[in-house]
C-alpha cells in the first residue's frame, strides 16, 4: 500500500462513502513527508497532523500505556499516597511559586493574543479545589479487586471483578484545575496522557514539573501514570484520539471542537465520553412561585460554565406574572457581577418586555465593555445557541403555550442536558420528568449539576445526550467510574467437563 508523502491543492478527498471535498492549497504546503492527513468523515474536515506533534502525542501515550501494564501491581494505599503527595505540593507555597509564575506568564500570553483570561487564571481558589479534589481521590475507595456477582454452579465459581479499563486520554481547555481531575482515573487502577489548551501549557508543564512528577516518584508509581503531551499544537490532540489503543477518549471545551474530537476517536475505534456543548434551560409553569423562580434564576447565573441557565422558558398564561419576576432577577444576577445583563427574546415576542430593555447597555464581552442594545432578537430556530459569556450573563427568553410545548423545544433544539421545571404540581413534576429527554432534572436553580458539588466526587466532566444516551452510566463521568469487569473462575470439582 503507497505512502502520503503530499497533497496537491484542489485534490479530491472522499468523506462519507459518497461526498467529495477538496484539499486547500494552505495545507497543500504545510504537508510535508511523514505527516498524516485525517478527516473526519462526518464533516468531510481535514486535520494535518505533522510528523513531529504525532511523535510528541505517540510517546506520552505509550509512556501511558508501560504504566498501565504495572498498575496492576500497584497497591491501592500507594496511589492514596499519590493523591496527598500531589496535593501537598500543590499545598506547598514553595512548590507552588513557580507553577504561579508559569500561570502569570501563560496569561500575560493570552492578553497579548486578545483571548480571556477567565478560565486560565489558577486562583487561590481554584488552587484550594484541586488541592480538595485530590485528597477527595485520596479517601475514595478505589473499587479494584471489587466483586460485583458472585454465581455458584456445581463443582465451580464464578465472580466478575472491578479492574481498571486502561489508559484514559483527556483533552481538555485552559483550566489548570482539570489537570488535577483528571488524575482522578488513578484511583481505580487506570493512567491518564492529557493534552491542555495552548493557552494553559506552560502552566501545566510547572505542574508536571514542581507537584506531579514529584508526587508519582514519591509514591512509587509509574513515571508514565500521567503523561503530559507536551505541545502547543491542537493537531497534538487530534493525534492523541486518533490512537487505537486508547481505552477512553474524553474531550472537554467548545461544543465545535469537541465533536471534532470525538468524531475522529471513534472513527479510530475508541470509545468517548464527551464534555462540550452545554448551557441549562429553566420552564415556569403555571403555578411556578414567582420568588422561588427569580431566586432560581440569580442562582443559576453566578458564572459561566455549562450548567449555568442558558434558555429560559415561560408559559404565557402566566406571563404577565412571571416575566416580571424573570427580569428582575436578571438585574440582580448582573448587579452580583457589578455588570448588565444580556437578554435574547424571539423577534414575535418582544412585546413582552417593557421599552427600555431594548435600549442600548453596556455589556462586558471577552474584548472589553461594549455599548449594545440590552436586548436582540433571535428565531426559534435558536433557542439552543449557547451563550459563552464573561461579564455579563447572558440568557434568552421565550414564552411558551405549556409546559409540553418547552419540552418540545428543549427535546428538538437543546443538548438534552440540564432542565429545571418551577412548579407546584407534583404531577406536573411527575410527567415532566418521563417526557423531558435529559440526564440533569431539577425543581429550581441549574448549577447543582456537578460531581462534588451533589455526589461528594471529583468529576472528570458531564455529559449531555446531544448524541443519545449513555450507556451503563449516568451523566457525571467520575474516575471511579471508569473501569472494566473481569470474569474470574474458581474450579472445586478437577474432573469438571461440559
Excluded at 497533497?7 to 510535508?32: K, R, S
Excluded at 448582573?334 to 435600549?359: C, M, N, S, Y
Amino acid at each position: 500500500m503507497a505512502e502520503l508523502h503530499e497533497l496537491t491543492a484542489g485534490m479530491p478527498i472522499i468523506y462519507g462513502g459518497n461526498q467529495v471535498t477538496t484539499v486547500p492549497e494552505e495545507l497543500a504546503t504545510a504537508f510535508a513527508p511523514g505527516d498524516s492527513l485525517v478527516v473526519v468523515q462526518t464533516t468531510g474536515d481535514l486535520i494535518h497532523i505533522p510528523a513531529d506533534v504525532a511523535a510528541i502525542a505517540d510517546g506520552a501515550v505509550q509512556a501511558a500505556i508501560d504504566a498501565f501494564e504495572q498498575m496492576g501491581t500497584v497497591s491501592d494505599d500507594a496511589i492514596t499516597n499519590f493523591f496527598n503527595a500531589f496535593a501537598d505540593r500543590l499545598a506547598d507555597d514553595g512548590a507552588f511559586a513557580p507553577i504561579a509564575a508559569a500561570n502569570e506568564a501563560d496569561m500575560e500570553m493570552a492578553r497579548e493574543k486578545g483571548r480571556s483570561t477567565t478560565r486560565l487564571e489558577l486562583t487561590t481558589a481554584m488552587r484550594n479545589d484541586m488541592i480538595d479534589g485530590l485528597r477527595g481521590w485520596a479517601d475514595q475507595p478505589s473499587g479494584r479487586g471489587e466483586v460485583v456477582e458472585r454465581v455458584e454452579h456445581d463443582g465451580w465459581t464464578i465472580e466478575q471483578v472491578r479492574a481498571g479499563l486502561g489508559v484514559v486520554g483527556f483533552v481538555f481547555e485552559g483550566r489548570p484545575n482539570v489537570f488535577a481531575d483528571a488524575c482522578g482515573v488513578l484511583r481505580s487502577g487506570n493512567t491518564v496522557v492529557f493534552r491542555i489548551g495552548s493557552d494553559a501549557l506552560g502552566t501545566a508543564e510547572a505542574i508536571v514539573e514542581h507537584a506531579l512528577a514529584p508526587a508519582l516518584a514519591d509514591a512509587g508509581l509509574p513515571a508514565g501514570a500521567a503523561s503530559l503531551v507536551a505541545s502547543a499544537s491542537r493537531a497534538a490532540g487530534h493525534a492523541m484520539f486518533s490512537n487505537e489503543r486508547l481505552a477512553l477518549a474524553v474531550a472537554r471545551g467548545s461544543g465545535a471542537a469537541v465533536a471534532q474530537l470525538g468524531a475522529v476517536a471513534r472513527q479510530a475505534g475508541v470509545s468517548v465520553s464527551l464534555h462540550g456543548t452545554g448551557g441549562a434551560w429553566m420552564v415556569a409553569a403555571e403555578s411556578a412561585d414567582a420568588d422561588k423562580f427569580a431566586a432560581a434564576v440569580v442562582s443559576s447565573l453566578d458564572r459561566k460554565v455549562c450548567n449555568t441557565l442558558n434558555t429560559c422558558c415561560i408559559t404565557r398564561s402566566e406571563a404577565d406574572r412571571l416575566v416580571p419576576a424573570f427580569l428582575g432577577a436578571l438585574d440582580v444576577a448582573g448587579d452580583h457581577r457589578d455588570a448588565t445583563t444580556k437578554l435574547h427574546i424571539v423577534a414575535d415576542q418582544t412585546d413582552a418586555l417593557p421599552a427600555e430593555w431594548f435600549e442600548e447597555a453596556q455589556i462586558g464581552r471577552a474584548e472589553g465593555v461594549v455599548t449594545e442594545p440590552r436586548t436582540s432578537t433571535l428565531t426559534w430556530d435558536d433557542l439552543g445557541n449557547e451563550w459563552e459569556w464573561e461579564d455579563s450573563p447572558e440568557v434568552t427568553l421565550v414564552i411558551v403555550d405549556s409546559v409540553e410545548h418547552a419540552v418540545e423545544l428543549f427535546n428538538a433544539q437543546a443538548p438534552r442536558f440540564v432542565i429545571s421545571l418551577l412548579s407546584e404540581d407534583e404531577a406536573e413534576h411527575a410527567r415532566f420528568f418521563q417526557l423531558v429527554d435529559a440526564p440533569f432534572v431539577g425543581d429550581g436553580f441549574t448549577r447543582w449539576v456537578d460531581g462534588q458539588y451533589a455526589f461528594n466526587r471529583p468529576e472528570l466532566g458531564l455529559s449531555n445526550w446531544e448524541f443519545g444516551r449513555l450507556f451503563g452510566r449516568g451523566g457525571v463521568l467520575s474516575g471511579d467510574s471508569v473501569f472494566t469487569l473481569r470474569s474470574r473462575v474458581t474450579q472445586l470439582d478437577p474432573r469438571l467437563r461440559r
